[in-house]
């Protein structure tokens, strides 16, 4: 069964044929960390790390690097009104970035390059750029790529240099030779971080950045460069533009982008006030309902972002723990099962990373499972186990997901605990009044109630 993978530069699904068997590179542009990250930055993670969970469940050897940029205007602007040094400022949102990570159970990549640590690399490319004169210095001191001396410049986005010249911003300065010129090295600004260089003290542009460290990882060709769907211009086009200047090679044979992140049907920006970082969302939803959310969808297509749709996210994820809960034990081992469920989820996955379809699958198998028989439910809870760890949840057991189901939890476990004992004993001396009475708080506090066999077990809503 072969992996097809939908290309932005091709604009067409096809096979997977990696540089070489059995391996594959693959390189994700990160995240800028001058601030929590955002739903939107968690949209990108699920996405390659479900992708990056398939690829190795395939068998290959991935080696995939996803950098960190911490050189960036913005990060010099928020150092500045914070009055403090831009290293101690990124640092700290690379650590906000990883706790973020690990609770959505992200995957570390196995290389994490950040730009600082790339200097020589970054000026070492804009030298061989200039050596083949596609890049020049400009009369402001800065460094420039000359798109007029790349010709394929605009194929990943199909966009025409002529048409993109319409409404383009003139420098002042006219420091450029064609207002489309993109930036390689920056002059210093004063009080500024820089490095030195060749061509003055300054700092990289954005796009070198990215080209430098992932053909630094990987080499000069990749086998997939993903990122957000936002990234595809100007960034990946620069990208592509100044790689393949350099070196002569195709710089990724499959660009992977996953949709965007709406907000009630708009876009999410700190303007309109409807931006969320992930710290929000964790407050009123549990880690694996937001992992969820964000993997239901086909990772090209846009997410709305709504109470509503996280809501059912969460009435999704609970029928699948819902479905394991009397079968904890027989689902404690998640292991892949050869029949049709297991041939239907692997072709799914295989169409592209079609999550979508996956977990319609598995709902087909919870509704198998639900009325299965003794010697079908040990296999089909494994099975369903299986299928939600592939994509990163269901990992724990129904009783942990149900009692933990918020991350604002409120009352606390050993409260609740002590509520049910005393339940317990009023409901041995027939107090039904009192019962009735710890049940209404608890229910008042989000905590449900159910009795079966003699025993009282709870979740919370």
């Known amino acids: 069964m072969s992996l097809k993978i939908y290309s932005s530069l091709s604009k067409e699904k096809s096979e997977f044929i990696p540089l070489e068997e059995g391996k594959i590179a693959m390189y994700v542009c990160g995240i800028t960390v001058y601030d929590y990250c955002h739903i939107g930055h968690a949209r990108m993670l699920v996405a390659f790390d479900i992708i990056y969970r398939h690829l190795q469940y395939l068998g290959y050897q991935v080696r995939y690097v996803r950098n960190i940029t911490d050189v960036d205007d913005k990060i010099f602007a928020r150092a500045n009104e914070n009055g403090e040094d831009y290293k101690t400022l990124s640092e700290r949102f690379i650590q906000f970035m990883h706790e973020d990570e690990r609770a959505l159970n992200i995957a570390l990549p196995a290389q994490e390059p950040r730009a600082?640590?790339?200097m020589a690399e970054i000026i070492a490319l804009i030298k061989r750029l200039q050596e083949k004169d596609v890049a020049y210095q400009g009369k402001n001191g800065d460094v420039y790529f000359a798109i007029d001396k790349f010709k394929d410049y605009g194929k990943l986005s199909r966009r025409k240099p002529e048409e993109l010249l319409v409404g383009a911003r003139i420098e002042a300065e006219k420091a450029k030779q064609n207002p489309l010129d993109f930036v390689l090295w920056k002059m210093a600004k004063e009080g500024e971080a820089y490095w030195e260089s060749p061509w003055g003290n300054g700092r990289p542009g954005w796009h070198i950045e990215c080209s430098a460290m992932s053909t630094s990882c990987l080499g000069e060709t990749l086998d997939?460069?993903?990122?957000?769907?936002?990234?595809?211009?100007?960034?990946?086009e620069n990208e592509i533009a100044q790689s393949e200047a350099a070196t002569g090679k195709q710089f990724a044979n499959y660009w992977m982008h996953c949709g965007s992140v709406r907000v009630d049907k708009e876009k999410m920006s700190k303007s309109l006030g409807n931006f969320f970082t992930i710290r929000d969302v964790l407050k009123d939803y549990h880690p694996e309902v937001i992992r969820y959310f964000l993997s239901a969808s086909h990772y090209r297509s846009p997410i709305?972002?709504?109470v509503d749709n996280l809501n059912l996210a969460k009435k999704e994820l609970d029928r699948f723990y819902q479905g394991l809960s009397s079968k904890e034990a027989a689902a404690a081992e998640a292991s892949a099962q050869e029949n049709e469920f297991q041939a239907r989820f692997d072709t799914a996955m295989n169409d592209d990373f079609n999550t979508s379809q996956a977990i319609a699958v598995m709902f087909e198998l919870l509704k198998k499972l639900n009325?299965?028989?003794?010697?079908?439910?040990?296999?089909?809870?494994?099975?369903?186990?299986?299928?939600g760890?592939?994509?990163g949840f269901l990992y724990l057991s129904s009783s942990e997901y149900f009692q933990?189901?918020?991350?604002?939890?409120?009352?606390?476990?050993?409260?609740?605990e002590a509520l049910i004992a005393e339940r317990i004993q009023a409901r041995a001396e027939k107090n039904w009044k009192r019962s009735d009475e710890i049940r209404d708080d608890l229910l008042s506090k989000g905590i449900i109630l159910e009795d079966a066999d003699g025993l009282t077990t709870w979740k919370r809503k």
Not at 227 to 233: I, N, T
Not at 374 to 383: D, G, M, P, T, V
Not at 404 to 416: K, L, M, R
């Open 371 to 387: 009325h299965a028989d003794k010697n079908e439910i040990e296999s089909l809870a494994a099975q369903l186990k299986h299928f």
């Open 304 to 306: 709305n972002y709504s």
């Open 116 to 118: 600082t640590e790339f």
């Open 224 to 236: 997939i460069h993903g990122g957000g769907s936002d990234l595809m211009f100007p960034h990946h």
């Open 404 to 416: 933990g189901n918020s991350a604002n939890e409120g009352i606390e476990t050993s409260e609740i």
């Open 389 to 391: 760890q592939r994509l």
